[in-house]
């Protein structure tokens, strides 16, 4: 799950900064009914798709809105409306395990195995590229704009404030602040 990148251009990746960022790319695992993510103390219990599934669902996640700052916590509330349509109406289910075995499939035929454990973020990216055009996909994709982006508790790590008109709008809270210029 972890993508190694350098923070400044030009150095080398050291043998520390290796270690601790391949130690977080192990950090989701499946168990039972849950998937838990033991590097950031969360888990989240899956109803009616299986902890593998909403794995993959949150790996998707990442990969289709990738922003470094955010925890995978974030991601994995983002796809948990995909859990309680599941549970709620079997079509929706079907969409989404037949999506997932669609993605498992082409993941498998160009790198052995399924599409949440290739390793690379960029080898996933081409894999979604195949299957962008397919319902499941721009339904999720879709879905996170609104369950990603709409969740209180991301918008401080993107400096939004949230709404302003009950706190006497944005002209008295940092309209001329220009301060990001």
Known sequence: ????????AGS???????????????????TGGA??????AWGLEAKALTPAAMRTLVVLARDIFPHD????KFYAVAVKGWDEKAA??????????????????????????????????????????????????QAVHGGLVVSLYNNPDVWPLFGYQGESASKGGYVKRGFNDIEWL
């Open 88 to 137: 709620a109406d079997a079509a929706a289910k079907a969409m989404v395990l037949g999506g997932i075995a669609t993605l498992d499939a082409i993941a498998q035929s160009s790198h052995g195995t399924a599409y949440a454990d290739v390793a690379w973020e960029a080898d996933r990216v081409a894999i979604l590229r195949q299957a962008e055009g397919g319902a499941f996909f």
């Open 69 to 72: 700052r955010l925890a995978d």
């Open 35 to 40: 998937i838990i993510h033991s590097g950031e």
């Open 1 to 8: 799950m972890a993508i190694i990148q350098n923070d400044t």
């Open 12 to 30: 080398a990746l050291g043998r520390r900064g290796f270690l601790k960022t391949s130690a977080a790319a192990a950090a989701i695992a499946v």
